[in-house]
């Protein structure tokens, strides 16, 4: 499996917040067998228009898919990130992921690897117009999306990322703050994050 895991990091929560996001994915790669998963971690905030994809400091994967063959290596530089601030262009993430760092794997075009995104986000994006447009494109290359809300998520905005249709609740968690176990929708999950559904 390929995995990037997609960490807002906007000026709407704290450093603190941040850090409990962080927490967030550590928990969910505790069981990653690290040999066979692939796994990237891209903290976005800011989008520079006049600026090409490749040149958007607030856009950067810290952790590119793969660069870590073990757990202990990948909690080590992902406890070494730092909180950008600023804006959060969710959308943009997403197109980014999809066509720079999955597509980065050379396994990207093998039908029997598992390809996912777990967006993880505590507010309304500021290009939620590109949302269904980037999510759907994702799908049609065979990406499995997850969103995560937190604190003053929009129900909808997730809805659209992981389903591609607001009303539709697979694959969407939410909790009401970053110390909070997130839950899916209807039915809340019995962990902070049900690793067997994306494993």
Not at 7 to 25: A, I, P, Q, R
Not at 164 to 189: C, I, L, M
Not at 190 to 196: A, R
């Amino acid at each position: 499996m390929d995995i990037m895991f997609l960490l807002d990091g906007s000026g709407s929560m704290n450093t603190y917040e941040f850090n409990e996001m962080l927490n967030f994915v550590t928990k969910v790669v505790d069981s990653f067998n690290f040999t066979t998963t692939r796994v990237g971690v891209m903290q976005f905030s800011h989008w520079f228009d006049e600026r090409s994809i490749y040149d958007q400091p607030y856009m950067q994967s810290d952790i590119q898919l793969g660069m870590f063959a073990s757990n202990i290596q990948f909690k080590v530089a992902l406890s070494a990130m730092r909180h950008h601030g600023y804006t959060s262009f969710t959308a943009h993430a997403i197109h980014k992921a999809i066509f720079i760092d999955l597509a980065s794997s050379d396994r990207f075009t093998d039908l029997c690897t598992k390809k996912v995104i777990i967006v993880v986000i505590d507010g309304r994006s500021l290009d939620h117009s590109m949302l269904l447009t980037n999510a759907n494109a994702d799908r049609a290359l065979g990406v499995t999306m997850y969103a995560v809300g937190v604190s003053n998520y929009w129900r909808q905005e997730l809805q659209v990322i992981a389903n591609g249709e607001v009303g539709k609740n697979d694959r969407v968690f939410t909790a009401p703050q970053f110390r909070s176990t997130p839950s899916s929708s209807p039915t809340p999950h019995p962990t902070y994050f049900d690793v067997d559904v994306i494993s």
